[in-house]
Every structure is written in structure tokens, then in C-alpha cells.
């Protein structure tokens, strides 16, 4: 089985800065796509930030140029870091990780549990 654990989210007043991680954990070979979503109360999850396996990166228009997503391929970890932080960017933060069991096995998809991010004004 794998497992993403997150860690990082906090309360931080705006303006402020944040910084996400997510190590996957258990039955890897490799992983491919790693992402951040958020979800804010009463809205749907959007995707914020995309980080190939090669390093290609994708940010959501609102959180350009203010987070910016890396990974360390050897401790299978995504982060996410957050600066210039906003009121509108309170949500829960989720990783996503596409990863595959074994050599020549699907990639299967799997998500964390969700860390809590607070920005006050």
C-alpha cells in the first residue's frame, strides 16, 4: 500500500508565508505527476500546482508567482511554497501522486489526507 502524509499548513496572517510537504510512503517504483489541490469551504477542489517527474511545472492563474512547487525525487516528497499569502488562498491543501507499484505496473492515484491552511486578514 502507499500513503501520502502532508505536513506544513498552519494559521499565517496575509502576507505571510507557508511551506507544504507530502512524502508517499510504501509500495513504490516510481511516481509520476505529483499536484497540489486546495478546497475551500463550500467550493469544489481546484488543482493549484502540477510538478512532472521531469521538473515541468503548471500553477493555477490566482497563486502565480506566489507558490512555487518542487520535489525531491530521492525522498519521494512534493512541496509547495507559499508566499504572499491571501484570505482567499484558506483551504484545505491536498497532494495528489500518480505512482507506480512496480516495473510495468498502471500508475494507480493517491491522495493525502488534507492539511489546513488559515490566512487571516
Known amino acids: 500500500q502507499v500513503q501520502l502524509v502532508e505536513s506544513g499548513g498552519g494559521l499565517v496572517q496575509a502576507g505571510g508565508s507557508l511551506r507544504l510537504s507530502c512524502t508517499a510512503s510504501g509500495s513504490i517504483f516510481s511516481i509520476n505527476a505529483m499536484e497540489w489541490h486546495r478546497q475551500a469551504p463550500g467550493k469544489q477542489r481546484e488543482l493549484v500546482a502540477f510538478?512532472?517527474?521531469?521538473?515541468?511545472?503548471y500553477y493555477v492563474d490566482s497563486v502565480k508567482g506566489r507558490f512555487t512547487i518542487s520535489r525531491d525525487n530521492a525522498k519521494n516528497t512534493v512541496y509547495l511554497q507559499m508566499n504572499s499569502l491571501r484570505p482567499e488562498d484558506t483551504a484545505v491543501y491536498y497532494c495528489y501522486a500518480q505512482i507506480s507499484p512496480g516495473l510495468g505496473r498502471l500508475d494507480q492515484n493517491y491522495w493525502g489526507q488534507g492539511t489546513q491552511v488559515t490566512v487571516s486578514s
Open positions: 510538478i512532472s517527474k521531469g521538473g515541468s511545472t
